[in-house]
């Protein structure tokens, strides 16, 4: 089984977008909600946006 690494894109209403790598869709969840919980936003404002093989470029 490999360990291949996608990266997770979320956005909440506001606009605030969380981008990282994860080994699967559960595991970006995980991390979706501590990132929201330190961020003190609720972790169901943030809808997934994107699975991708690399980060985004950021201009």
């Known amino acids: 089984m490999s360990n ?6 979320f956005e909440d209403p506001r606009g605030t977008t969380i981008e990282f790598q994860a080994t699967s869709l ?5 991390i979706k909600k501590k ?3 330190e961020m003190g936003i609720p972790k169901e404002a943030f809808e997934l ?9 950021s201009a």
């Open 35 to 37: 990132r929201a919980q």
């Open 26 to 30: 559960q595991q970006a969840m995980v």
């Open 4 to 9: 291949k690494k996608s990266y997770y894109a």
């Open 49 to 57: 946006t994107s699975i991708r093989k690399k980060p985004s470029q």
